[in-house]
Nanobody
Framework: QVQLVESGGGLVQTGGSLRLSCAASGRTFSNYRMGWFRQAPGKEREFVATIRWSGGSTYYADSVKGRFTISRDNAKNTLYLQMNSLKPEDTAVYYC??????????????????WGQGTQVTVSS
């Protein structure tokens, strides 16, 4: 089992920045590919970004490419999402997730095995 706890969400104005964190506990953090997803009211949960277990390879949804940066610190068992140039359409609950798909770029919800409880990000216009 892997336990994931997100933090860092909040209210920010358009154009602002936020940094989300996801603290992991349980099994060895570095054994998992990690990802961020988000879910806006009335919408399906969607992929945002993913990072390989080693941190050397990242992949982003087109909607956030160039604005968001995913990173991880395996020594601290922590995943991050730096979000810049935020837009109202980025408003959602953001979830971190862990996947045993170490090499494959995992962008689908069912490719992830463990989920956090989510943190709310609200971008005002």
């Amino acid at each position: 089992q892997v336990q994931l706890v997100e933090s860092g969400g909040g209210l920010v104005q358009t154009g602002g920045s936020l940094r989300l964190s996801c603290a992991a506990s349980g099994r060895t953090f570095s054994n998992y590919r990690m990802g961020w997803f988000r879910q806006a009211p009335g919408k399906e949960r969607e992929f945002v970004a993913t990072i390989r277990w080693s941190g050397g390879s990242t992949y982003y949804a087109d909607s956030v490419k160039g604005r968001f940066t995913i990173s991880r610190d395996n020594a601290k068992n922590t995943l991050y999402l730096q979000m810049n140039s935020l837009k109202p359409e980025d408003t959602a609950v953001y979830y971190c997730a862990a996947s045993r798909a170490l090499l494959k770029i995992a962008t689908e919800r069912d490719e992830y095995d463990y989920w956090g409880q989510g943190t709310q990000v609200t971008v005002s216009s």
